[in-house]
């Protein structure tokens, strides 16, 4: 699901803005109106889809803390701290560590790249080199 959210000025002054949210599969809802956008500069950024869908209690808890200006809340399920996209926003870019609510499209995650199997050393028995005991001088 792709999100898209436009911050528009509309006259002079601090509260002055427009805020236009759309959707191109509009399914599932996204906050239209966080408080913390009015002091922005116009932008636009969308909301890239993820693998699962967040559990709804996630997504109103996110949603309860972009709210209230907070930059973090903390997960129910697993008790890590999680940055709102407040948090991100204020930040100004994406920090690259495919964070859950990052508003830039995970611009700066960098590609998963499989990692190569170590190659096993080989033994001086395996090599044709004889071994020696220690013991013999």
């Known amino acids: ?57 996630i997504e109103d808890l996110h949603h309860q803390a972009c709210e209230n200006e907070q930059e973090t809340y903390i997960d129910p399920h697993t008790g890590f701290t999680v940055f709102t996209s407040y948090g991100h926003w ?5 920090c690259g560590s495919l964070c859950r609510h990052c508003p830039y499209d995970f611009v700066n995650v960098r590609k998963r790249t499989p990692k190569r199997p170590l190659k096993a050393r080989k033994t001086p028995s395996q090599t044709g080199s004889p071994v020696r005991n220690l013991d013999e001088s």
């Open 90 to 94: 204020r930040r100004g870019k994406c």
């Open 1 to 57: 699901e792709r999100m898209a959210l436009a911050v528009f000025p509309t006259g002079l002054g601090r509260s002055s803005w427009s805020i236009v949210t759309f959707s191109l599969f509009p399914k599932r809802p996204f906050f239209t109106s966080p408080s913390f956008l009015s002091r922005s500069s116009p932008f636009v950024f969308t909301r890239p889809k993820m693998a699962e869908p967040l559990p709804q209690d």
